[in-house]
């Protein structure tokens, strides 16, 4: 693993590298430009989630097709992320990236020009959402295990743990600027307007990464790159399996922020501008975790703190039942957000320290499936259940599952060491 340049770097014990600071990370020549790019694409991405979620519920009024607009991105992401992952291991994942990132921008581009073409909002069929979605989800298939498999190569021996962290960050700075941007845009400049910067952050990211200059990965000498060889790989380590089970409940316990977030809204008497409001909550939460993440980690390790995560995911949902106003709405979701973070970094940093290079595309992909494929499920049946019972039963089935998964991946199970150690 390398990255920016080594002639200047401080070692420490041994003559290594010492791990360079997150400032000199983002500054850095090689992951610089990625952790740019990135920030601007989450930033498109949660913009064009929130418009997509405010324009389907204003055709429609049904929580339920919101709740599809997810199921179609996500789902292929859930079915064919593995063989995605055993390409990012065999093949190129810098092209891969870029490749993923021009679907990712079609999707978005070919609804900016719907929107922008239709005389009036009802023009624009719900199913038509769901296909530029499902587009963008192809993107997501392509590019996000090669995403994940391409990180460490970008920083150097040390640093994984710190690259993880930011590039969460990207994620959560992009959820807490992006719905409030979403929802800003399309009540104010429109939905057009919403899903064109939305396409314009996947074109800085493609270009960004397509201008990356990467050292070659070295093979590992009779190394296979099969689908089946990558799910063998879990039985030889189980707590891989279960880190991948919480990225997942991370997955549904972030879910209601997007889809019972205009059910939330109508309730309080709003629009898409407050279903942004809570969506950003969310995201200001998990940005303002990643410095209290780092605090922590002077104290407690990873396994410690991603069932703590799950604990503040699980009591956010429990929580927003009961909240009466828009300001502890706001609360609620922030708490959320901040229990994303502190699962979802905790939960990454332990897959990259504990699999082997060789098998780390597929394994990543398996991290997308639990992460984003849980997602389909979680919005179609949390949408389904606001429609067939009521929000609070959708918020209380989730804040269940979450608590469920957090105690299966206790400290004391995710602290047992890998095979061979």
């Not at 960004?208 to 990558?230: E, H, I, K, N, Q």
């Not at 499936?369 to 039963?393: C, I, K, N, Q, T």
């Amino acid at each position: 693993m390398s990255g920016g340049t080594e002639a200047d770097a401080d070692t420490g014990a041994g003559g290594r590298p010492r791990p360079r600071s997150f400032s000199a990370l983002v500054v850095d020549p090689l992951y610089g430009p990625f952790f740019a790019g990135k920030l601007l694409a989450n930033a498109g991405i949660w913009i064009q989630n929130i418009a997509s979620a405010s324009l389907v519920f204003q055709i429609t009024g049904s929580v339920f097709l919101v709740g599809l607009v997810s199921f179609a991105q996500f789902t292929p992401q859930l079915v064919f992320a593995p063989l995605s992952g055993a390409m990012a291991d065999r093949g190129d994942p810098k092209r891969q990236l870029v490749l993923g990132r021009a679907f990712c921008f079609l999707g978005a581009a070919v609804l900016t020009g719907w929107v922008w073409a239709a005389d009036e909002l009802a023009d624009v069929p719900a199913w038509l959402v769901m296909a530029t979605a499902t587009v963008v989800g192809v993107g997501f298939t392509i590019g996000g295990p090669a995403m994940q498999a391409l990180l460490p190569t970008l920083v150097r021996e040390g640093e994984v743990g710190r690259a993880v962290a930011l590039d969460n960050l990207t994620f959560s700075v992009g959820r807490a600027v992006g719905p409030a941007a979403g929802g800003v845009l399309a009540a104010t400049a429109g939905y057009e307007v919403a899903f064109a910067v939305a396409a314009a952050g996947h074109l800085v990211f493609l270009g960004a990464v397509a201008a990356l200059r990467l050292r070659g990965v070295p093979r590992v000498a009779g190394a296979t790159f099969s689908v089946r060889d990558g799910l063998r790989y879990l039985r030889t380590d189980p707590v891989v399996a279960l880190v991948i089970l919480g990225v997942g409940a991370v997955g549904v316990g972030a879910d209601p922020a997007i889809t019972l977030a205009p059910s939330l809204s109508e309730e309080l008497g709003g629009g898409p501008e407050l279903v942004g409001l809570f969506a950003s909550s969310f995201g200001v939460g998990a940005f303002v975790a990643f410095f209290v993440q780092a605090l922590l980690h002077r104290f407690v390790r990873e396994p410690q703190l991603a069932p703590l995560g799950l604990l503040l995911l699980a009591g956010s949902a429990a929580w927003l039942p009961f909240t009466t106003g828009v300001p502890t709405t706001v609360a609620a979701f922030a708490a959320g957000g901040a229990g994303m973070t502190l699962a979802l970094t905790a939960f990454t940093t332990l897959l990259y320290e504990r699999v082997p290079r060789e098998f780390l595309g597929r394994i990543m992909a398996l991290w997308l499936v639990g992460f984003v494929g849980s997602r389909p499920l979680a919005s179609a049946l949390g949408g389904g259940l606001a429609d067939l019972a009521s929000v609070e039963a959708a918020l209380a089935a989730t804040a269940v599952v979450v608590l469920l998964v957090a105690w299966t991946c206790r400290p004391s199970v995710l602290l047992r060491p890998p095979p061979g150690r």
